[in-house]
Each structure stands twice: as structure tokens, then as C-alpha cells.
């Protein structure tokens, strides 16, 4: 289980979110969507410490932790939890595809080169990108990069994935072959928190979809609920605005 609970996080002066809660089960994906700037990247940041939680409970498997009493111990504990994959990528330019996905396995996770090649050379037959592992993140399409990024933290096996809009940094052409991978671990029963401005694939893939406006859950339930009929206000206007020209079936 993976649980938020009165999760904040302020810049200074400036309340991004307050009392955030949020729970999900072992295997279940939640797509967050909402307008931009409010608050759900940095929410997603929070929940494996990329950024500092100023309040709140978080509870990632058999670990859960005061954000307030957090020791190192317990942040690299939280992380060894879970994976994130980044907007942009964030592969190590000077490794390989290999490389970068077996750098965790190798540094966190105290396997030997060898132990770890053999699963990060599994991986990438997954991924679709076998014959790319000794190839560095430069000679690879942002599509390939990506999926890289995923393989990593597929390599992880961690209680939970977390997706900071992976396609957003995409070339139209790119964004599929993403979204396909990112099916095939839904498929799988590998829980996810996606924060993403892809609708079509929220309502095919998310087993519930949450939707953050300024700072704060309006409302949340399964895709076919929230996506017809809205109960929230903003939740309509907002859906309204980015369907207009992106319908989904």
C-alpha cells in the first residue's frame, strides 16, 4: 500500500499544497491530471523525496515515516521503494544504455557487474531495445531515451512507479512507443502514480484518476466516472477546455 496523509510543502511564503491525502493499493495505477502549476509534479517529487515534504505521513509498503523526523536512513529507505522517471529523461550522458540501466543495481542495490548486466541486458529485450545497449542517450531518439528511463526504473523493482509526464518532453511521433511500454507494465499489475496530460491513455490504462487544482484533490474516481461526469465544477471546466480538441473515446 502507498499512503499520503496530510502531505505539505511550502517555498517559502508560497503553499504549493496542504493536507494532501491519497492512498493506493498494491497494483493499482492513478493518473493525476489537472491544470499546470498546481502542484502535482512537486507532489509526486515529495513522495520519494526529490523534494522535502514540510508536513505529513508517508507510507510506502511496510515503511511509513513522519516527513518532519525523516533520517537520511529513512529517505534512502523510501527511495529503495520507489522509481522515478523524469520529464527529461535524466539518462547519464558519458554511459551507455546498459550502463545507465544497471547503475542503481550496481550502486544501490549491491549487485556485481556481472549479476547486473544480465538483468539490464533482460530489460532492454522488454523495452524493445536490445540491440541498443551499447549505445550512448546521444545517438538515441528521445522515444528510445525514455524508454531507457523506464527500463531504469523497472531495474529497481520498486513498490511503486512514479511517472512525472514522461511524454511531455516527446516529439509527437515518440509519445506511443512510450505509452505502449508504459501499458505493457499496467498490464503487468505494477503500481503507478502518473501525473500526465495524456487523457486517452488515463482512461484506458488508470484504475482512478485524480484531479489537482490549485493545490488541492477536487475529486478522484474511476476514468469512466470522471471523465463523463465530472460532479466538480472546475473538474468540468477543466476537462472541458483540454477535450475540446482532444476527445477521448
Keep these: 500500500m502507498?499512503?499520503?496523509?496530510?502531505?505539505?510543502?511550502?517555498?517559502?511564503?508560497?503553499?504549493?499544497?496542504?493536507?494532501?491525502?491519497?492512498?493506493?493499493a498494491q497494483g493499482e495505477i492513478i493518473v493525476v491530471i489537472g491544470p499546470s502549476g498546481t502542484g502535482k509534479s512537486t507532489l509526486l517529487r515529495c513522495i520519494n523525496y526529490l523534494e522535502t515534504p514540510d508536513a505529513g505521513r508517508l507510507t510506502v509498503g511496510d515503511l511509513s515515516l513522519d516527513v518532519t523526523r525523516a533520517s537520511r536512513r529513512d529517505i534512502l529507505a523510501l527511495r529503495r521503494r520507489t522509481a522515478f522517471v523524469f520529464q527529461n529523461y535524466?539518462?547519464?550522458?558519458?554511459?551507455?544504455?546498459?550502463?545507465?540501466?544497471?547503475?542503481?543495481?550496481?550502486?544501490?542495490?549491491?549487485?556485481?557487474?556481472?549479476?547486473?548486466?544480465?538483468?539490464?541486458?533482460?530489460?532492454?529485450?522488454?523495452?524493445?531495445?536490445?540491440?541498443?545497449?551499447?549505445?550512448?542517450?546521444?545517438?538515441?531518439?528521445?522515444?528510445?531515451?525514455q524508454r531507457i528511463g523506464i527500463g531504469r526504473a523497472m531495474a529497481a523493482r520498486a513498490e511503486v512507479i512514479l511517472f512525472d509526464e514522461p511524454t511531455s518532453a516527446l516529439d509527437p511521433e515518440w509519445v506511443d512507443e512510450v505509452l505502449a511500454l508504459m501499458k505493457q507494465l499496467a498490464q503487468e499489475r505494477q503500481t503507478m502514480i502518473v501525473v500526465s496530460h495524456e487523457m486517452q491513455f488515463a482512461r484506458e490504462v488508470a484504475d482512478r484518476v485524480v484531479f489537482m487544482d490549485e493545490g488541492r484533490i477536487i475529486e478522484q474516481g474511476p476514468p469512466d466516472e470522471l471523465f463523463t461526469n465530472p460532479r466538480d465544477e472546475r473538474t468540468q471546466r477543466f476537462l472541458r477546455k483540454v477535450l475540446a480538441n482532444n476527445p477521448v473515446i
Design 2 to 24: 502507498i499512503a499520503l496523509h496530510g502531505i505539505t510543502k511550502r517555498f517559502g511564503a508560497h503553499t504549493v499544497f496542504e493536507d494532501i491525502d491519497l492512498t493506493l
Design 90 to 145: 535524466a539518462l547519464f550522458a558519458n554511459k551507455t544504455a546498459l550502463d545507465n540501466i544497471c547503475e542503481g543495481m550496481i550502486v544501490v542495490d549491491g549487485l556485481s557487474k556481472s549479476e547486473a548486466h544480465a538483468r539490464g541486458r533482460e530489460i532492454l529485450e522488454r523495452i524493445g531495445l536490445a540491440d541498443k545497449a551499447d549505445a550512448y542517450p546521444a545517438s538515441l531518439s528521445g522515444g528510445q531515451q
